[in-house]
Protein backbone atom coordinates (compact mmCIF):
# COMPACT_ATOMS: atom_id res chain seq x y z
CA UNK A 1 0.00 0.00 0.00
CA UNK A 2 1.30 3.40 -1.08
CA UNK A 3 2.25 5.84 2.01
CA UNK A 4 -0.14 8.18 1.37
CA UNK A 5 -3.40 5.72 1.50
CA UNK A 6 -1.94 4.18 4.25
CA UNK A 7 -2.02 7.68 6.31
CA UNK A 8 -5.62 8.11 5.01
CA UNK A 9 -6.83 4.55 6.02
CA UNK A 10 -5.30 5.22 9.51
CA UNK A 11 -7.07 8.31 10.21
CA UNK A 12 -10.23 7.18 8.84
CA UNK A 13 -9.71 3.93 10.42
CA UNK A 14 -9.02 5.48 14.07
CA UNK A 15 -11.85 8.19 13.65
CA UNK A 16 -14.27 4.84 13.32
CA UNK A 17 -12.27 3.45 16.26
CA UNK A 18 -12.54 5.93 18.45
CA UNK A 19 -16.40 6.93 17.72
CA UNK A 20 -16.81 3.24 18.90
CA UNK A 21 -14.39 3.13 21.96
CA UNK A 22 -15.85 7.41 22.97
CA UNK A 23 -18.61 5.63 25.52
CA UNK A 24 -15.85 3.97 27.53
CA UNK A 25 -14.07 6.93 27.75
CA UNK A 26 -16.69 9.36 28.86
CA UNK A 27 -17.35 6.70 31.54
CA UNK A 28 -14.51 7.53 32.58
CA UNK A 29 -13.42 10.81 32.44
CA UNK A 30 -17.53 11.37 34.22
CA UNK A 31 -16.37 8.76 36.55
CA UNK A 32 -12.68 11.34 37.46
CA UNK A 33 -15.22 14.20 37.86
CA UNK A 34 -17.03 15.89 41.02
CA UNK A 35 -21.33 15.33 40.74
CA UNK A 36 -21.45 19.23 39.60
CA UNK A 37 -18.60 19.02 36.94
CA UNK A 38 -19.85 15.43 35.82
CA UNK A 39 -24.08 17.06 35.44
CA UNK A 40 -22.66 20.43 33.92
CA UNK A 41 -24.34 22.34 31.21
CA UNK A 42 -22.61 22.63 28.67
CA UNK A 43 -20.65 19.05 29.70
CA UNK A 44 -17.18 19.98 31.24
CA UNK A 45 -14.23 19.42 29.49
CA UNK A 46 -11.56 20.35 31.32
CA UNK A 47 -11.35 19.44 35.21
CA UNK A 48 -9.01 18.55 38.12
CA UNK A 49 -9.31 14.76 38.60
CA UNK A 50 -10.47 13.17 41.45
CA UNK A 51 -10.98 9.81 42.62
CA UNK A 52 -13.08 10.79 45.69
CA UNK A 53 -16.02 9.25 43.58
CA UNK A 54 -14.63 5.84 43.56
CA UNK A 55 -13.71 6.00 47.10
CA UNK A 56 -17.36 6.90 48.34
CA UNK A 57 -18.43 4.26 45.91
CA UNK A 58 -16.03 1.48 47.21
CA UNK A 59 -16.76 2.41 51.18
CA UNK A 60 -20.36 2.58 49.96
CA UNK A 61 -23.30 -0.48 49.77
CA UNK A 62 -21.69 -1.34 46.64
CA UNK A 63 -18.96 -4.09 47.35
CA UNK A 64 -21.42 -6.49 48.48
CA UNK A 65 -23.25 -6.71 45.12
CA UNK A 66 -19.77 -6.83 43.65
CA UNK A 67 -18.97 -9.73 45.45
CA UNK A 68 -22.15 -11.74 44.79
CA UNK A 69 -21.20 -10.84 40.99
CA UNK A 70 -17.71 -13.01 42.04
CA UNK A 71 -19.44 -15.55 43.80
CA UNK A 72 -21.59 -16.55 40.85
CA UNK A 73 -19.60 -16.09 38.01
CA UNK A 74 -16.25 -17.77 39.73
CA UNK A 75 -18.95 -21.03 41.12
CA UNK A 76 -20.73 -21.04 37.63
CA UNK A 77 -17.35 -21.12 35.81
CA UNK A 78 -15.75 -23.91 37.69
CA UNK A 79 -18.79 -26.31 37.54
CA UNK A 80 -18.73 -25.70 33.98
CA UNK A 81 -15.31 -26.87 34.01
CA UNK A 82 -15.84 -29.81 35.90
CA UNK A 83 -19.11 -30.81 34.26
CA UNK A 84 -18.11 -29.94 30.58
CA UNK A 85 -14.36 -31.20 30.62
CA UNK A 86 -15.59 -34.98 31.02
CA UNK A 87 -18.24 -34.57 28.81
CA UNK A 88 -16.20 -32.83 25.97
CA UNK A 89 -13.76 -35.79 26.64
CA UNK A 90 -17.01 -38.60 25.90
CA UNK A 91 -17.44 -36.18 22.68
CA UNK A 92 -13.65 -36.15 21.52
CA UNK A 93 -11.55 -38.70 22.66
CA UNK A 94 -13.44 -41.58 23.24
CA UNK A 95 -16.51 -40.25 21.50
CA UNK A 96 -20.15 -41.75 22.60
CA UNK A 97 -22.35 -43.30 19.89
CA UNK A 98 -24.59 -40.33 18.57
CA UNK A 99 -21.94 -37.50 18.97
CA UNK A 100 -23.14 -35.34 16.91
CA UNK A 101 -26.88 -35.45 18.11
CA UNK A 102 -25.51 -34.79 21.74
CA UNK A 103 -23.47 -31.56 20.46
CA UNK A 104 -26.57 -30.42 18.78
CA UNK A 105 -29.00 -30.72 21.74
CA UNK A 106 -26.07 -29.23 23.78
CA UNK A 107 -25.96 -26.19 21.77
CA UNK A 108 -30.00 -25.89 20.89
CA UNK A 109 -30.32 -25.71 24.70
CA UNK A 110 -27.84 -22.85 24.73
CA UNK A 111 -30.26 -20.51 21.93
CA UNK A 112 -33.33 -22.07 23.25
CA UNK A 113 -35.07 -18.15 24.51
CA UNK A 114 -34.78 -17.61 28.33
CA UNK A 115 -38.63 -17.45 27.92
CA UNK A 116 -39.02 -20.94 27.20
CA UNK A 117 -37.74 -22.02 30.92
CA UNK A 118 -38.21 -19.26 32.97
CA UNK A 119 -41.63 -19.33 34.75
CA UNK A 120 -40.98 -22.62 35.75
CA UNK A 121 -37.67 -21.89 37.01
CA UNK A 122 -38.82 -19.40 38.86
CA UNK A 123 -41.56 -21.63 40.53
CA UNK A 124 -39.15 -23.90 41.34
CA UNK A 125 -36.77 -21.20 42.73
CA UNK A 126 -39.66 -20.10 44.90
CA UNK A 127 -41.06 -23.28 46.29
CA UNK A 128 -37.19 -23.98 47.06
CA UNK A 129 -36.66 -20.96 49.11
CA UNK A 130 -33.88 -19.85 46.56
CA UNK A 131 -35.00 -16.91 45.18
CA UNK A 132 -32.54 -14.07 46.16
CA UNK A 133 -30.42 -16.67 46.94
CA UNK A 134 -26.70 -16.82 44.64
CA UNK A 135 -27.22 -20.05 44.57
CA UNK A 136 -30.08 -20.27 42.22
CA UNK A 137 -27.78 -17.95 40.35
CA UNK A 138 -25.05 -20.01 40.44
CA UNK A 139 -27.15 -22.92 38.90
CA UNK A 140 -28.83 -20.61 36.42
CA UNK A 141 -25.31 -19.49 34.58
CA UNK A 142 -23.86 -22.94 34.92
CA UNK A 143 -27.43 -24.12 32.57
CA UNK A 144 -26.33 -20.95 30.12
CA UNK A 145 -22.59 -21.46 30.27
CA UNK A 146 -22.39 -25.56 30.31
CA UNK A 147 -23.32 -25.77 26.36
CA UNK A 148 -20.72 -23.57 25.44
CA UNK A 149 -18.23 -24.93 27.53
CA UNK A 150 -18.70 -28.68 26.44
CA UNK A 151 -18.26 -27.48 22.25
CA UNK A 152 -15.37 -24.87 23.05
CA UNK A 153 -13.41 -27.94 25.05
CA UNK A 154 -14.16 -30.07 22.59
CA UNK A 155 -12.36 -28.17 19.50
CA UNK A 156 -9.33 -28.01 22.03
CA UNK A 157 -9.16 -31.97 22.73
CA UNK A 158 -9.45 -32.74 19.05
CA UNK A 159 -6.16 -31.12 19.33
CA UNK A 160 -4.33 -33.17 21.15
CA UNK A 161 -2.22 -35.67 19.45
CA UNK A 162 -4.40 -39.45 19.31
CA UNK A 163 -0.88 -41.11 19.97
CA UNK A 164 -0.45 -39.65 23.32
CA UNK A 165 -3.54 -41.29 24.59
CA UNK A 166 -3.05 -44.62 23.03
CA UNK A 167 0.27 -44.58 24.79
CA UNK A 168 -1.51 -44.29 28.14
CA UNK A 169 -3.44 -46.81 27.36
CA UNK A 170 -1.03 -49.10 26.58
CA UNK A 171 0.55 -48.25 30.09
CA UNK A 172 -3.28 -48.95 31.65
CA UNK A 173 -3.99 -45.39 32.32
CA UNK A 174 -7.05 -44.93 34.17
CA UNK A 175 -9.91 -42.00 32.83
CA UNK A 176 -8.64 -40.09 35.83
CA UNK A 177 -5.13 -40.30 34.88
CA UNK A 178 -5.84 -38.96 31.24
CA UNK A 179 -7.53 -36.06 32.41
CA UNK A 180 -4.82 -34.66 35.01
CA UNK A 181 -1.78 -36.06 33.70
CA UNK A 182 -2.61 -35.58 29.70
CA UNK A 183 -5.63 -33.42 29.16
CA UNK A 184 -5.56 -30.49 31.60
CA UNK A 185 -1.57 -29.60 31.11
CA UNK A 186 -2.13 -29.51 27.22
CA UNK A 187 -5.21 -27.67 26.97
CA UNK A 188 -4.91 -24.97 29.66
CA UNK A 189 -5.40 -22.51 26.68
CA UNK A 190 -8.59 -24.24 25.96
CA UNK A 191 -9.64 -23.90 30.26
CA UNK A 192 -8.81 -20.43 30.17
CA UNK A 193 -10.57 -19.56 27.12
CA UNK A 194 -13.45 -21.22 28.16
CA UNK A 195 -13.55 -19.23 31.76
CA UNK A 196 -13.08 -16.28 29.91
CA UNK A 197 -16.27 -17.05 28.11
CA UNK A 198 -18.07 -18.07 31.11
CA UNK A 199 -16.61 -15.25 33.15
CA UNK A 200 -18.34 -12.58 30.31
CA UNK A 201 -21.78 -14.30 30.41
CA UNK A 202 -22.12 -14.56 33.80
CA UNK A 203 -20.89 -11.23 34.93
CA UNK A 204 -22.66 -9.27 32.76
CA UNK A 205 -26.11 -11.25 32.77
CA UNK A 206 -29.33 -9.22 34.16
CA UNK A 207 -32.50 -10.23 33.00
CA UNK A 208 -32.17 -13.52 35.55
CA UNK A 209 -30.77 -11.79 38.06
CA UNK A 210 -33.39 -8.54 38.35
CA UNK A 211 -36.00 -11.50 38.43
CA UNK A 212 -34.31 -13.86 40.86
CA UNK A 213 -32.75 -11.89 43.30
CA UNK A 214 -33.84 -8.32 45.35
CA UNK A 215 -31.28 -7.38 47.83
CA UNK A 216 -29.28 -10.31 49.49
CA UNK A 217 -28.18 -12.05 46.46
CA UNK A 218 -28.36 -9.00 43.96
CA UNK A 219 -25.42 -8.01 41.45
CA UNK A 220 -23.43 -5.56 39.77
CA UNK A 221 -25.68 -4.84 37.21
CA UNK A 222 -28.79 -4.84 39.81
CA UNK A 223 -26.40 -1.90 41.90
CA UNK A 224 -26.36 -0.34 38.70
CA UNK A 225 -30.42 0.07 37.26
CA UNK A 226 -30.97 1.36 40.91
CA UNK A 227 -29.58 4.48 39.23
CA UNK A 228 -32.28 4.94 37.70
CA UNK A 229 -34.77 5.69 40.61
CA UNK A 230 -33.96 4.94 44.10
CA UNK A 231 -31.02 6.64 44.37
CA UNK A 232 -31.42 9.35 42.50
CA UNK A 233 -29.38 10.45 39.36
CA UNK A 234 -25.84 11.10 40.46
CA UNK A 235 -23.43 10.89 37.27
CA UNK A 236 -20.20 10.45 38.53
CA UNK A 237 -21.04 8.18 40.84
CA UNK A 238 -22.43 5.80 38.28
CA UNK A 239 -19.67 6.40 36.03
CA UNK A 240 -17.10 5.40 39.13
CA UNK A 241 -20.09 2.24 39.69
CA UNK A 242 -20.14 1.28 35.69
CA UNK A 243 -16.46 1.51 35.35
CA UNK A 244 -15.27 -0.60 38.52
CA UNK A 245 -18.51 -2.94 37.51
CA UNK A 246 -17.06 -3.51 33.90
CA UNK A 247 -13.31 -3.48 34.88
CA UNK A 248 -13.06 -7.70 35.30
CA UNK A 249 -14.86 -8.42 32.07
CA UNK A 250 -12.47 -5.73 29.94
CA UNK A 251 -9.55 -6.62 31.80
CA UNK A 252 -10.06 -10.00 31.29
CA UNK A 253 -11.10 -9.46 27.53
CA UNK A 254 -8.36 -7.11 26.75
CA UNK A 255 -5.76 -9.61 28.42
CA UNK A 256 -6.91 -13.04 26.53
CA UNK A 257 -8.06 -11.75 23.28
CA UNK A 258 -6.81 -14.70 21.00
CA UNK A 259 -9.23 -17.00 23.11
CA UNK A 260 -11.91 -14.30 22.84
CA UNK A 261 -12.95 -15.04 18.94
CA UNK A 262 -12.78 -18.77 19.57
CA UNK A 263 -14.90 -19.13 22.91
CA UNK A 264 -17.27 -16.51 21.09
CA UNK A 265 -17.81 -18.71 18.09
CA UNK A 266 -17.70 -22.14 20.22
CA UNK A 267 -14.48 -22.96 18.89
CA UNK A 268 -15.69 -23.08 15.16
CA UNK A 269 -13.07 -19.35 14.65
CA UNK A 270 -9.58 -20.04 15.68
CA UNK B 1 -32.20 -27.38 9.58
CA UNK B 2 -30.39 -25.40 6.97
CA UNK B 3 -29.17 -22.49 8.59
CA UNK B 4 -26.88 -20.18 7.01
CA UNK B 5 -24.06 -20.16 8.84
CA UNK B 6 -24.45 -23.42 10.73
CA UNK B 7 -21.86 -24.80 7.85
CA UNK B 8 -19.15 -23.84 9.65
CA UNK B 9 -20.59 -24.88 13.06
CA UNK B 10 -21.60 -28.19 11.23
CA UNK B 11 -17.58 -28.76 10.44
CA UNK B 12 -16.63 -28.35 13.78
CA UNK B 13 -19.49 -31.20 15.08
CA UNK B 14 -18.13 -33.38 12.31
CA UNK B 15 -14.56 -33.07 12.89
CA UNK B 16 -12.96 -35.96 14.64
CA UNK B 17 -15.67 -38.36 14.01
CA UNK B 18 -12.82 -40.82 12.55
CA UNK B 19 -10.68 -40.40 15.43
CA UNK B 20 -11.76 -43.56 17.39
CA UNK B 21 -14.55 -45.30 15.61
CA UNK B 22 -17.68 -45.77 17.93
CA UNK B 23 -19.03 -48.03 15.37
CA UNK B 24 -18.40 -51.27 16.72
CA UNK B 25 -18.15 -51.50 20.53
CA UNK B 26 -19.32 -53.82 23.34
CA UNK B 27 -22.04 -52.55 25.66
CA UNK B 28 -20.66 -52.20 28.45
CA UNK B 29 -17.52 -50.03 26.87
CA UNK B 30 -20.22 -47.90 25.29
CA UNK B 31 -21.34 -47.03 28.87
CA UNK B 32 -18.00 -46.90 29.98
CA UNK B 33 -17.89 -44.15 27.35
CA UNK B 34 -20.87 -42.54 27.77
CA UNK B 35 -20.19 -41.83 32.01
CA UNK B 36 -18.52 -38.84 31.64
CA UNK B 37 -21.10 -37.01 29.58
CA UNK B 38 -23.99 -37.87 32.16
CA UNK B 39 -23.42 -35.73 34.46
CA UNK B 40 -23.46 -32.41 32.05
CA UNK B 41 -26.14 -33.86 30.10
CA UNK B 42 -28.25 -34.85 32.90
CA UNK B 43 -27.93 -31.44 34.44
CA UNK B 44 -28.60 -29.50 31.02
CA UNK B 45 -31.38 -31.95 30.43
CA UNK B 46 -33.46 -31.43 34.12
CA UNK B 47 -33.03 -27.44 34.02
CA UNK B 48 -33.33 -26.76 30.43
CA UNK B 49 -35.94 -29.20 28.95
CA UNK B 50 -38.45 -30.37 32.08
CA UNK B 51 -39.18 -26.45 32.75
CA UNK B 52 -40.04 -26.63 29.12
CA UNK B 53 -42.15 -29.48 28.79
CA UNK B 54 -44.27 -27.20 31.75
CA UNK B 55 -44.09 -23.81 30.06
CA UNK B 56 -46.25 -25.85 27.26
CA UNK B 57 -48.20 -27.52 30.53
CA UNK B 58 -48.52 -23.97 32.27
CA UNK B 59 -49.56 -22.37 29.01
CA UNK B 60 -52.94 -24.26 28.68
CA UNK B 61 -53.93 -22.83 32.28
CA UNK B 62 -55.50 -19.83 34.12
CA UNK B 63 -53.64 -19.16 36.93
CA UNK B 64 -52.40 -15.53 38.53
CA UNK B 65 -49.41 -16.36 41.28
CA UNK B 66 -51.73 -13.26 43.27
CA UNK B 67 -54.94 -14.83 43.29
CA UNK B 68 -54.70 -18.15 45.63
CA UNK B 69 -56.70 -20.97 44.09
CA UNK B 70 -57.16 -19.28 40.46
CA UNK B 71 -54.83 -22.37 38.74
CA UNK B 72 -57.11 -23.94 36.46
CA UNK B 73 -57.32 -25.43 32.76
CA UNK B 74 -58.21 -23.16 30.15
CA UNK B 75 -57.30 -24.63 26.80
CA UNK B 76 -56.12 -22.52 24.23
CA UNK B 77 -57.60 -19.15 26.31
CA UNK B 78 -54.13 -18.10 26.56
CA UNK B 79 -53.21 -18.57 23.01
CA UNK B 80 -56.33 -16.80 21.60
CA UNK B 81 -56.14 -14.07 23.87
CA UNK B 82 -52.47 -13.69 22.61
CA UNK B 83 -53.81 -13.77 18.76
CA UNK B 84 -56.52 -10.60 19.78
CA UNK B 85 -53.91 -8.93 22.15
CA UNK B 86 -52.27 -6.14 20.23
CA UNK B 87 -49.72 -6.09 22.80
CA UNK B 88 -48.39 -9.63 21.47
CA UNK B 89 -48.03 -8.18 17.65
CA UNK B 90 -46.48 -4.91 18.48
CA UNK B 91 -43.69 -6.97 21.16
CA UNK B 92 -43.59 -9.87 18.23
CA UNK B 93 -42.98 -6.67 15.59
CA UNK B 94 -40.41 -5.09 17.77
CA UNK B 95 -38.40 -7.85 18.23
CA UNK B 96 -37.95 -8.93 14.71
CA UNK B 97 -37.57 -5.22 13.67
CA UNK B 98 -35.10 -4.92 16.25
CA UNK B 99 -33.02 -7.88 15.78
CA UNK B 100 -33.08 -7.69 11.70
CA UNK B 101 -31.32 -3.89 11.95
CA UNK B 102 -28.83 -4.56 14.86
CA UNK B 103 -27.67 -7.65 12.92
CA UNK B 104 -27.49 -5.68 9.34
CA UNK B 105 -26.15 -2.43 10.75
CA UNK B 106 -23.53 -4.50 12.55
CA UNK B 107 -22.69 -6.77 10.01
CA UNK B 108 -22.18 -4.74 7.63
CA UNK B 109 -19.95 -1.72 9.98
CA UNK B 110 -17.86 -4.63 11.11
CA UNK B 111 -17.60 -5.62 8.11
CA UNK B 112 -16.45 -2.15 7.10
CA UNK B 113 -14.13 -2.10 10.21
CA UNK B 114 -12.87 -5.47 10.16
CA UNK B 115 -11.09 -4.47 6.69
CA UNK B 116 -9.50 -1.26 7.89
CA UNK B 117 -7.84 -3.35 10.70
CA UNK B 118 -6.59 -5.79 8.12
CA UNK B 119 -5.22 -3.32 5.78
CA UNK B 120 -2.00 -1.75 6.78
CA UNK B 121 -3.19 0.90 8.59
CA UNK B 122 -0.48 2.30 11.87
CA UNK B 123 -1.37 1.02 15.05
CA UNK B 124 -4.06 -1.78 14.17
CA UNK B 125 -3.55 -3.95 17.47
CA UNK B 126 -4.49 -1.09 19.59
CA UNK B 127 -7.33 -0.26 17.36
CA UNK B 128 -8.68 -4.08 17.98
CA UNK B 129 -8.21 -3.93 21.71
CA UNK B 130 -10.33 -0.25 22.16
CA UNK B 131 -13.03 -1.26 19.47
CA UNK B 132 -13.74 -4.57 21.68
CA UNK B 133 -14.48 -2.78 24.33
CA UNK B 134 -18.31 -1.92 23.62
CA UNK B 135 -18.81 -5.49 23.90
CA UNK B 136 -17.00 -6.69 27.06
CA UNK B 137 -18.47 -3.50 28.54
CA UNK B 138 -21.37 -4.58 31.09
CA UNK B 139 -25.02 -4.29 29.04
CA UNK B 140 -26.48 -2.15 32.06
CA UNK B 141 -23.53 0.01 32.58
CA UNK B 142 -22.94 1.05 28.33
CA UNK B 143 -26.67 1.66 28.46
CA UNK B 144 -27.10 3.56 31.67
CA UNK B 145 -23.78 5.59 30.12
CA UNK B 146 -25.50 6.51 27.04
CA UNK B 147 -28.99 7.09 28.34
CA UNK B 148 -27.59 9.54 30.97
CA UNK B 149 -24.34 11.13 30.16
CA UNK B 150 -24.31 10.80 26.55
CA UNK B 151 -28.22 11.51 25.61
CA UNK B 152 -29.70 13.44 28.38
CA UNK B 153 -31.57 16.74 26.80
CA UNK B 154 -30.03 18.51 29.25
CA UNK B 155 -26.51 17.07 30.53
CA UNK B 156 -25.32 14.79 27.81
CA UNK B 157 -22.77 15.28 25.81
CA UNK B 158 -24.74 14.97 22.21
CA UNK B 159 -27.76 17.08 22.20
CA UNK B 160 -25.30 20.06 23.21
CA UNK B 161 -22.70 18.70 20.05
CA UNK B 162 -25.62 18.79 18.10
CA UNK B 163 -27.68 22.67 19.38
CA UNK B 164 -25.25 24.95 17.09
CA UNK B 165 -27.09 22.70 14.02
CA UNK B 166 -30.46 24.31 14.96
CA UNK B 167 -31.65 21.32 16.49
CA UNK B 168 -32.34 22.19 19.87
CA UNK B 169 -32.16 19.97 23.04
CA UNK B 170 -33.17 16.56 21.25
CA UNK B 171 -34.27 14.03 23.20
CA UNK B 172 -33.83 11.06 22.35
CA UNK B 173 -34.73 8.52 24.29
CA UNK B 174 -38.35 9.92 24.45
CA UNK B 175 -38.26 10.72 20.72
CA UNK B 176 -36.71 8.04 18.73
CA UNK B 177 -36.90 5.39 21.42
CA UNK B 178 -36.32 2.74 18.85
CA UNK B 179 -33.58 4.26 17.06
CA UNK B 180 -31.53 4.82 20.01
CA UNK B 181 -32.48 0.86 21.07
CA UNK B 182 -30.86 -0.35 17.52
CA UNK B 183 -27.78 1.95 18.07
CA UNK B 184 -26.77 1.30 21.32
CA UNK B 185 -27.00 -2.60 20.31
CA UNK B 186 -25.32 -1.82 16.72
CA UNK B 187 -22.69 -0.30 19.17
CA UNK B 188 -22.45 -3.38 21.41
CA UNK B 189 -22.32 -6.15 18.50
CA UNK B 190 -20.31 -4.21 15.47
CA UNK B 191 -16.92 -5.18 17.57
CA UNK B 192 -18.23 -9.00 18.29
CA UNK B 193 -19.19 -8.70 14.21
CA UNK B 194 -15.79 -7.04 13.90
CA UNK B 195 -13.47 -10.21 15.30
CA UNK B 196 -15.38 -13.10 13.68
CA UNK B 197 -14.95 -11.09 10.47
CA UNK B 198 -11.60 -10.16 11.19
CA UNK B 199 -10.41 -13.52 11.30
CA UNK B 200 -12.54 -14.64 8.22
CA UNK B 201 -10.03 -12.26 6.29
CA UNK B 202 -7.36 -12.98 8.31
CA UNK B 203 -7.33 -16.39 6.59
CA UNK B 204 -7.21 -15.37 3.48
CA UNK B 205 -3.94 -15.53 1.04
CA UNK B 206 -3.06 -12.44 0.09
CA UNK B 207 -1.38 -13.59 -2.75
CA UNK B 208 -4.74 -14.47 -4.44
CA UNK B 209 -5.59 -10.87 -3.87
CA UNK B 210 -2.48 -9.53 -5.57
CA UNK B 211 -2.52 -11.86 -8.81
CA UNK B 212 -6.08 -10.46 -9.12
CA UNK B 213 -4.65 -6.77 -8.86
CA UNK B 214 -2.03 -7.71 -11.91
CA UNK B 215 -4.99 -9.00 -14.09
CA UNK B 216 -6.36 -5.33 -13.45
CA UNK B 217 -9.26 -5.99 -11.16
CA UNK B 218 -10.14 -3.16 -9.02
CA UNK B 219 -10.34 -2.92 -5.11
CA UNK B 220 -14.38 -3.20 -5.62
CA UNK B 221 -13.77 -5.89 -7.45
CA UNK B 222 -11.97 -7.98 -5.65
CA UNK B 223 -13.67 -7.53 -2.76
CA UNK B 224 -16.77 -8.63 -4.56
CA UNK B 225 -15.27 -11.30 -6.26
CA UNK B 226 -12.79 -12.90 -3.83
CA UNK B 227 -12.65 -11.62 -0.17
CA UNK B 228 -16.46 -11.44 0.10
CA UNK B 229 -17.09 -15.38 -0.67
CA UNK B 230 -14.44 -16.24 1.51
CA UNK B 231 -15.49 -14.11 4.52
CA UNK B 232 -19.30 -14.89 3.54
CA UNK B 233 -19.49 -17.77 5.99
CA UNK B 234 -17.92 -16.37 8.91
CA UNK B 235 -20.45 -13.43 8.03
CA UNK B 236 -22.89 -15.79 8.21
CA UNK B 237 -21.35 -17.30 11.30
CA UNK B 238 -21.27 -13.78 13.20
CA UNK B 239 -24.94 -12.80 12.07
CA UNK B 240 -26.53 -16.09 13.51
CA UNK B 241 -24.93 -16.05 16.67
CA UNK B 242 -25.47 -12.81 17.13
CA UNK B 243 -29.21 -12.94 16.05
CA UNK B 244 -29.97 -15.86 18.77
CA UNK B 245 -28.56 -13.23 21.22
CA UNK B 246 -30.11 -10.12 20.00
CA UNK B 247 -33.57 -11.97 19.90
CA UNK B 248 -33.29 -12.03 23.61
CA UNK B 249 -32.23 -7.97 24.22
CA UNK B 250 -33.54 -7.25 27.93
CA UNK B 251 -31.19 -5.07 29.57
CA UNK B 252 -30.79 -2.01 26.99
CA UNK B 253 -34.71 -1.71 26.58
CA UNK B 254 -34.81 -1.89 30.64
CA UNK B 255 -32.54 0.83 31.07
CA UNK B 256 -32.74 2.96 28.32
CA UNK B 257 -36.98 3.22 27.41
CA UNK B 258 -38.45 0.33 30.04
CA UNK B 259 -40.49 -0.46 26.59
CA UNK B 260 -41.96 2.75 25.84
CA UNK B 261 -42.98 4.91 25.39
CA UNK B 262 -46.50 3.31 25.64
CA UNK B 263 -45.17 -0.19 24.15
CA UNK B 264 -42.94 1.44 21.16
CA UNK B 265 -39.59 -0.82 21.84
CA UNK B 266 -41.33 -3.50 23.97
CA UNK B 267 -40.26 -6.79 22.44
CA UNK B 268 -41.10 -10.49 23.73
CA UNK B 269 -38.72 -11.02 26.35
CA UNK B 270 -39.57 -7.17 27.83
CA UNK B 271 -43.47 -8.17 27.30
CA UNK B 272 -42.95 -11.32 29.28
CA UNK B 273 -40.95 -9.76 31.76
CA UNK B 274 -44.44 -7.64 32.30
CA UNK B 275 -46.67 -10.39 32.54
CA UNK B 276 -44.74 -12.73 34.81
CA UNK B 277 -43.55 -10.31 37.24
CA UNK B 278 -46.13 -7.03 36.99
CA UNK B 279 -48.41 -9.32 36.42
CA UNK B 280 -47.88 -12.77 37.41
CA UNK B 281 -50.25 -14.38 35.33
CA UNK B 282 -47.98 -17.65 34.83
CA UNK B 283 -50.67 -19.30 32.31
CA UNK B 284 -50.27 -16.22 29.94
CA UNK B 285 -46.41 -15.83 30.50
CA UNK B 286 -46.27 -19.14 29.71
CA UNK B 287 -48.11 -18.93 26.72
CA UNK B 288 -45.55 -16.02 25.56
CA UNK B 289 -42.71 -18.19 26.35
CA UNK B 290 -43.83 -20.89 23.41
CA UNK B 291 -44.61 -17.78 21.18
CA UNK B 292 -40.53 -16.60 21.89
CA UNK B 293 -39.28 -20.00 20.93
CA UNK B 294 -40.87 -20.21 17.81
CA UNK B 295 -40.22 -16.82 16.88
CA UNK B 296 -36.24 -17.33 17.47
CA UNK B 297 -36.76 -20.43 15.06
CA UNK B 298 -38.15 -18.08 12.68
CA UNK B 299 -35.80 -15.35 13.61
CA UNK B 300 -32.83 -17.58 13.07
CA UNK B 301 -33.86 -19.33 9.90
CA UNK B 302 -36.29 -17.08 7.41
CA UNK B 303 -34.94 -13.36 8.42
CA UNK B 304 -31.30 -14.85 8.02
CA UNK B 305 -32.10 -16.43 5.25
CA UNK B 306 -33.27 -13.34 3.47
CA UNK B 307 -30.79 -11.65 4.60
CA UNK B 308 -28.20 -13.63 2.85
CA UNK B 309 -30.06 -14.44 -0.56
CA UNK B 310 -28.68 -10.33 -0.88
CA UNK B 311 -25.11 -11.53 0.33
CA UNK B 312 -25.43 -14.03 -2.46
CA UNK B 313 -27.12 -12.07 -5.08
CA UNK B 314 -24.45 -9.02 -4.44
CA UNK B 315 -21.75 -12.01 -5.24
CA UNK B 316 -22.67 -13.60 -8.56
CA UNK B 317 -22.97 -9.92 -9.91
Request: aromatic share 12%; with cysteine.
Given at each position: MPIRSRIVWSVVGWVVVLLFFFPVLWMWLESLKTE???????PTFFFVPT??????VLSGDFPPFFINSAIASIVSTLLVLVLGLPAAYALAIRPVKRTQDFLFFFISTRFLPFAASLVPLYLLARDLQLLDNILALVLIYTTINLPLGVWLLRSFLLEIPPDLFEAARVDGASFRHEIFRIVVPLISPGLAATSLICLIFSWNEFFYAVNFTSSVAATTPIFLVGFISGRGLFYAKLAAAATVSSLPVLMAGWIAQKQLIRGLTMGAVK | MNIPGSS???SVAGSGGARDSAASISRREAWARRLPLLPAFIYVFLVTQIPFVLTIYYSFFSWNLLKPGSFRFSGLDNYSGLITDESTRIAVWNTVLLTVSVIAISVILGTGVAMLLNSEVFGKGLMRTLMIAPFLIMPTAGALI?????????YGLLPWLLTPFGLGRIDFVGQAPMVTVVTVEVWRWTPFMMLIILAGLQSQNPEVLEAA?????????AFRRITLPLVRPFIELGALLGSLFVVQTFDSIYVLTAGGPGEDTTNIPYRLYIVAFQGFSIGQASAIGVVAVIVTIIVATFALRTLFTIFQVEARR
Amino acid sequence: MPIRSRIVWSVVGWVVVLLFFFPVLWMWLESLKTEPQAASSPPTFFFVPTLSTFQEVLSGDFPPFFINSAIASIVSTLLVLVLGLPAAYALAIRPVKRTQDFLFFFISTRFLPFAASLVPLYLLARDLQLLDNILALVLIYTTINLPLGVWLLRSFLLEIPPDLFEAARVDGASFRHEIFRIVVPLISPGLAATSLICLIFSWNEFFYAVNFTSSVAATTPIFLVGFISGRGLFYAKLAAAATVSSLPVLMAGWIAQKQLIRGLTMGAVK
Amino acid sequence: MNIPGSSILRSVAGSGGARDSAASISRREAWARRLPLLPAFIYVFLVTQIPFVLTIYYSFFSWNLLKPGSFRFSGLDNYSGLITDESTRIAVWNTVLLTVSVIAISVILGTGVAMLLNSEVFGKGLMRTLMIAPFLIMPTAGALIWKHTLLNPLYGLLPWLLTPFGLGRIDFVGQAPMVTVVTVEVWRWTPFMMLIILAGLQSQNPEVLEAARVDGANAFQAFRRITLPLVRPFIELGALLGSLFVVQTFDSIYVLTAGGPGEDTTNIPYRLYIVAFQGFSIGQASAIGVVAVIVTIIVATFALRTLFTIFQVEARR
